[in-house]
């Protein structure tokens, strides 16, 4: 059965791996990215943990910060706005010998249950960009596509999606 908790520093260099296997390149987000946001952000760090023999292993992640922005944006990757009204969702990861389970929509649903019950103050709404392919996949948890994005991180073509509290 896995768990779901928040990452812990210590936890870091797994994340930063997960991270490397399930994004190309221009898309992946840095050591120091994903230090910054376990360290000024944590409780919207979240992992996906199996059991192992001894210990358990992480599989999934999903990263996010505050920001006072309606959209993802390149400036909402590399900072978190402790006092911004909205959630952006910035990576979502599922280790590829781990997907097709329903792991990806569990840690969505945990972060709008804690957005919604627990993350103080409440934000408004859930951001995130998505590829075209994975539009259902977020639409199934709720979100609404709102278009094309303005950003174009990595130089690809993404969409913006919200997901109202």
Known sequence: MVNIRNIEKSEIKQVAHLEDLCFPENERASLKTITDRVSQASELQLGLFAPTKHTTTLIGHLMATRTSSESVTVDSMSKHEPTGNNVAIHSLSIHPAHRSRGYAKQLIKELQFRCEKTVSPKPRIITLLAHK???????????????????????????????EL
Not at 145 to 158: I, P, Q, R, V
């Open 133 to 163: 392919p994975l539009i259902h996949l977020y639409e199934e948890t709720g979100f609404k596509l709102m278009g094309e994005s303005a950003c174009k991180f990595g130089g690809d073509t993404w969409y913006d999606m919200i997901y």
